[in-house]
T-cell receptor
Framework: GENVEQHPSTLSVQEGDSAVIKCTYSDSASNYFPWYKQELGKRPQLIIDIRSNVGEKKDQRIAVTLNKTAKHFSLHITETQPEDSAVYFCAGAPRAGNMLTFGGGTRLMVKP | DVKVTQSSRYLVKRTGEKVFLECVQDMDHENMFWYRQDPGLGLRLIYFSYDVKMKEKGDIPEGYSVSREKKERFSLILESASTNQTSMYLC????????????????????FGSGTQLSVL
C-alpha cells in the first residue's frame, strides 16, 4: 500500500519567517495530496490540496508544490504568524479502491 | 457548516470491556470514517463506510468493528478493549459525488469530529 513520510516532525520558526514541511510518497499512482491543520485541542481541518495534474497551488500565505518524478510534495507557509502554530498532516491518495494515507505530522511552533 | 459530533471527549475503560464510540454528522454525507491518532504515526484509518450497512476495512481494523445502521451515525466498537487501544479516535465524513469517481469524492475534504481520547487501564 501507500506509504507517506513527513519531515520534520517538529519545526520552530520566528514570526515572519517562512516554514516548509516536506512529504514523500511511495505509490506513483497517487493523484491527490491534501494538507490538514490541527490546532491544539481541535479537530483537523483541510487547508489546501493539490492534484497530480498541477505542479503548484497557492492560497494567500500558503502554497503546496508537487514533484511527481521525485514523488514528493511540500507545504510552504510565508510570513508565519503565531496562529499558524499547529500540527500539520500531509496525505496521499493511493491506487483506486484505497483511501488516504496520512504522514506522521509536523508540529510547527511560531515564536513571537 | 458541517457538524461531526462524537459522543464523548474523554473515556476511561478497563481491559476487556466492550467499548462503543459514537459519531453523528448532520450534513447527509454518504462517507464516514474512523481514524486513530497517535503521536508520530499520524492518522491511521480503522474502518470506513460509504453507505448504510456498508463497511470496508482500513489499514488497522484488528480489534475493532463498526456499525452503520443509519446514514448519519457511524459507531466504532472495541469488542474487548486492550491497553494498546489507548489513543485519540477521530471520526470524519465526506460527501459522495463531489467530483468524478467515488474515490475522488471520498478523499475530498474530510470533516472531522473533535475526537475521543480513550484510555484503557
Amino acid at each position: 500500500g501507500e506509504n507517506v513520510e513527513q519531515h520534520p516532525s517538529t519545526l520552530s520558526v520566528q514570526e515572519g519567517d517562512s516554514a516548509v514541511i516536506k512529504c514523500t510518497y511511495s505509490d506513483s499512482a497517487s493523484n491527490y495530496f491534501p494538507w490538514y491543520k490541527q490546532e491544539l485541542g481541535k479537530r483537523p481541518q483541510l487547508i489546501i490540496d493539490i492534484r497530480s495534474n498541477v505542479g503548484e497551488k497557492k492560497d494567500q500565505r500558503i502554497a503546496v508544490t508537487l514533484n511527481k518524478t521525485a514523488k514528493h510534495f511540500s507545504l510552504h507557509i510565508t510570513e508565519t504568524q503565531p496562529e499558524d502554530s499547529a500540527v500539520y498532516f500531509c496525505a496521499g491518495a493511493p491506487r483506486a479502491g484505497n483511501m488516504l494515507t496520512f504522514g506522521g505530522g509536523t508540529r510547527l511552533m511560531v515564536k513571537p | 457548516d458541517v457538524k461531526v459530533t462524537q459522543s464523548s471527549r474523554y473515556l476511561v475503560k478497563r481491559t476487556g470491556e466492550k467499548v462503543f464510540l459514537e459519531c453523528v454528522q448532520d450534513m447527509d454525507h454518504e462517507n464516514m470514517f474512523w481514524y486513530r491518532q497517535d503521536p508520530g504515526l499520524g492518522l491511521r484509518l480503522i474502518y470506513f463506510s460509504y453507505d448504510v450497512k456498508m463497511k470496508e476495512k482500513g489499514d488497522i481494523p484488528e480489534g475493532y468493528s463498526v456499525s452503520r445502521e443509519k446514514k448519519e451515525r457511524f459507531s466504532l466498537i472495541l469488542e474487548s478493549a486492550s491497553t494498546n487501544q489507548t489513543s485519540m479516535y477521530l471520526c470524519a465524513s465526506s460527501l459522495w459525488g463531489a467530483s468524478g469517481t467515488w474515490l475522488e469524492s471520498a478523499n475530498e475534504k474530510l470533516f472531522f469530529g473533535s475526537g475521543t481520547q480513550l484510555s484503557v487501564l
